[in-house]
């Protein structure tokens, strides 16, 4: 069964307190702060983007995304959790590149923006440091981690706010 993501509390507070890009951006400026949750392969989409095909699990993983576009995003231990593929359990099962994603618009979401590609270790590890551009305003904002596979973005390993 495929599932759509609403604005979780955190985005809605975002909502509510009215904050949104237009804001002048210093150093300081955080528009997403906080911690990175796994996949859990029930179906759910977010901004238009499926989730992943099996189950992952996430040792850690942390996203600041400040007002002027600067990113950073560090994983570790982003990994298959399904006994169903066997050997790649606990591995990246082939998964060597990551893009981040970022989800705006609350119920009527959609990827407004996204970094390059970057690599992910087999132990599920990496560290991503870059620039998005970003649009003038963004309600309710979603970062996602895609996968890389057969050469195309795919669909989300790891997001915030879901």
């Not at 955080?30 to 996430?58: F, H, M, Q, Y």
């Not at 270790?121 to 890389?148: D, H, M, W």
């Amino acid at each position: 069964m495929m599932r759509t993501l609403f604005p979780s509390c955190t985005a809605m507070a975002v909502l509510v307190a009215g904050l949104s890009l237009t804001a002048p951006a210093s150093a300081d400026d955080a528009l997403i702060e906080g911690k990175l949750r796994a996949c859990p392969s029930d179906g759910t989409s977010i901004g238009g983007v499926n989730s992943c095909g099996k189950i992952w699990k996430l040792r850690s993983g942390e996203v600041e995304l400040e007002t002027d576009g600067e990113i950073e995003v560090e994983l570790k231990g982003l990994v298959l959790d399904d006994p169903s593929t066997g050997e790649f359990n606990g591995t990246a099962d082939g998964v060597t590149q990551v893009v981040v994603s970022l989800v705006c618009g609350g119920s009527k979401a959609s990827v407004v923006a996204e970094t390059d590609r970057f690599p992910l270790s087999k132990n599920g590890n990496a560290k991503i440091e870059t620039k998005l551009k970003l649009p003038a305003q963004c309600i309710a904002p979603i970062v996602l981690v895609r996968e890389i596979w057969d050469g195309k973005v795919g669909g989300w390993l790891a997001a915030t706010g879901f």
